[in-house]
C-alpha cells in the first residue's frame, strides 16, 4: 500500500428521518454539526513528494460541501431519507468523479459516532 491521506471538514445542517417512530427524537426536525472525513489512497507524486495537495483537496470539498451546508438535508435529491449511511454513500458518489483516488468517506453526526462509506466489489466505479 501506498499513502493514505485524511482530510476532516464540517457543516452545518438540518435533518429529521422520516421513518422512524413519532416518539423518536431523531423522527423531530433538528440540526447537527457533521464532521465530514476524506480517506484518498494513492501513490506520491514523484516530484512534488505528495498525493494530493490539501488546498487543491479543499477547494473540491467546498463546491461539494456546499450542497448540504446550511441546508435541510431531507430536500436534497438522493438524501430523502439523511441517515449518517445515506449521507456518506451520497458523499462518496459526489467526491469519486473528483478526487479519484478516494478510498472512503466518513461522516460523524456527534464528536462520539462514525459512519464510514467504502464501495464494496462490483459497485460503480469501485476503486
Ligand atoms: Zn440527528
Known amino acids: ?13 438540518a435533518r429529521f428521518l422520516p421513518h422512524l417512530d413519532k416518539n ?3 423522527s423531530r426536525m433538528h440540526g447537527h454539526s457533521f ?9 506520491l507524486d514523484p516530484k512534488l513528494g505528495w498525493l494530493r495537495d490539501y488546498h487543491e483537496i479543499s477547494q473540491i ?7 448540504l451546508d446550511h441546508r435541510v438535508l431531507n ?9 449518517s449511511e445515506n449521507i456518506s ?9 473528483l478526487l479519484p483516488e478516494l478510498f472512503e468517506v466518513s461522516v460523524q453526526e456527534t464528536p462520539l459516532t462514525e459512519c464510514t462509506f467504502r464501495p464494496s466489489a462490483g459497485d460503480p466505479s469501485y476503486p
Not at 75 to 83: A, F, K, Q, V
Open 1 to 13: 500500500m501506498g499513502f493514505e491521506l485524511k482530510q476532516h471538514f464540517q457543516i452545518e445542517s
Open 35 to 43: 464532521k465530514v472525513i476524506l480517506v484518498l489512497r494513492g501513490k
Open 89 to 97: 454513500a451520497w458523499l462518496y458518489w459526489q467526491f469519486k468523479p
Open 75 to 83: 430536500e436534497i435529491s438522493g438524501l430523502e431519507n439523511p441517515t
Open 61 to 67: 470539498a467546498a463546491k461539494v460541501l456546499d450542497k
Open 24 to 26: 423518536h427524537p431523531c
